[in-house]
């Protein structure tokens, strides 16, 4: 089964670089994503790595993927006040057709001025 | 504005009353999910649809939930008999086989049973 795990808080001081961790159980997923969710508001997809890359590059936002480990982080340089919000890590599976997101539970990210 | 759309952005309802959201996908994507978030937790999978066809549904849709999708273009999610464990935010998303599965969100619909 699917299970999609984070930490559930993060501070950093704005400037400084966040990294948000996040680990998968389902070995098949063919695609990882973050997403972004500020207040009262739906996710926006930030960015996406395919399973059979380790690294993927875009603009402030770094992402990580050890697929050994099953782990998956983001790293946004330069870290700005507009930042703080809560980042979902996600993972796609396709099993038997049927395809699905799986989402981990959010890690808040608080930035100081 | 060619996004994802959700209609009513919040429901206040009580206890036992029916309530039906609905969701206008973007055009072009032929795949529509339903969520259902709580406060401090991630989106939670209830079903999706491939054009009019649902394809899978998750256990926590109970019978009182029932979702539609009649035309492959927008879709309702009705909840019969509303409990007070109802009340979260409803989220729909779509997207376009092969787009590396890219879920494209609505705003979502707050519902509040009181």
């Known amino acids: 089964g699917e299970d999609v795990e984070q930490s559930l808080f993060l501070s950093v001081r704005e400037g400084d670089s966040s990294v948000i961790n996040c680990t998968y159980t389902?070995?098949?997923?063919?695609?990882l994503y973050w997403y972004k969710q500020e207040p009262g508001a739906g996710l926006q997809l930030l960015t996406y790595?395919?399973?059979?890359?380790d690294m993927k590059q875009d603009q402030r936002l770094t992402v990580l993927l050890n697929k050994k480990d099953k782990h998956l982080s983001l790293r946004i340089a330069d870290t700005q006040t507009g930042d703080s919000a809560i980042y979902f890590c996600a993972e796609f599976s396709d099993s038997g057709g049927y395809q699905k997101v799986t989402f981990g539970t959010g890690t808040k990210l608080q930035v100081i001025p | 504005d060619t996004g994802v759309s959700q209609d009513p952005r919040h429901k206040i309802t009580k206890r036992g009353q029916n309530v039906t959201f609905r969701c206008d996908p973007i055009s072009e994507h032929n795949r529509l999910y339903w969520y259902r978030q709580t406060l401090g937790q991630g989106p939670e999978f209830l079903t999706y649809?491939?054009?009019?066809?649902?394809?899978?549904k998750s256990r926590l849709l109970s019978d009182r939930f029932s979702a539609e999708r009649p035309k492959g273009s927008f879709s309702t999610l009705e909840i019969q008999r509303t409990e007070q464990g109802d009340s979260a935010m409803y989220l729909c998303?779509?997207?376009?086989?092969?787009?590396?599965?890219?879920?494209?969100f609505g705003s979502g619909t707050q519902l509040s049973v009181l």
């Open positions: 389902d070995s098949s997923s063919t695609y």
């Open positions: 790595i395919f399973s059979n890359m």
């Open positions: 998303a779509s997207r376009q086989t092969g787009d590396a599965g890219k879920l494209f």
């Open positions: 649809f491939q054009n009019e066809a649902q394809l899978e």
